[in-house]
């Protein structure tokens, strides 16, 4: 695996895991150790961010390290991401760190039973199971404010 792919999926982690605790500040929330996770994610973000380290045209030894720095961003990210979400109150929260409405698909990985209804801002949202690899994910499109 080079490394812009892991750049951009840190770089997007990293801004809707800050975009989120925000949100959660705003409201008067503080959940312990995410800001704590998001330095170290927004850390891993920018000292990979040398040209050379993100087009893959360096040595085997700088990729690995590259690739090391990312991995341990994205746990990061994702550890403050799941915490805010628990915060929030659900299994699964659909958040959207842009500044307009957006309509995507969402895919989440679920084990066990599915659920009976996914419930929305306005109502039920519809949903199926999609397995491939056998592993089973939730799937809904979704419209996000």
Do not use: K
Request: glycine residues 8%; aromatic residues 4%.
């Amino acid at each position: 695996m080079t490394a812009p792919r892991p750049y951009r999926e840190l770089t997007a982690a990293t801004q809707a895991a800050e975009a989120l605790d925000a949100m959660l500040a705003l409201q008067g929330t503080e959940v312990e150790g995410t800001r704590d996770r998001i330095h170290t994610a927004w850390q891993a973000l920018l000292t990979n961010q040398a040209h050379d380290s993100i087009s893959g045209c360096h040595v085997p030894d700088v990729t690995r390290d590259v690739l090391t720095r990312a991995h341990a961003g994205m746990a990061a990210a994702r550890s403050a991401l799941q915490a805010s979400a628990h915060e929030l109150g659900g299994d699964v929260v659909v958040f959207n760190p842009l500044g307009w409405a957006r309509t995507d698909v969402v895919d989440v990985p679920w084990t066990g039973t599915p659920p009976g209804a996914l419930e929305g801002p306005d109502g039920n949202v519809p949903w199926h199971m999609v397995r491939d690899r056998g592993r089973a994910r939730l799937r809904a499109r979704v419209t996000v404010p």
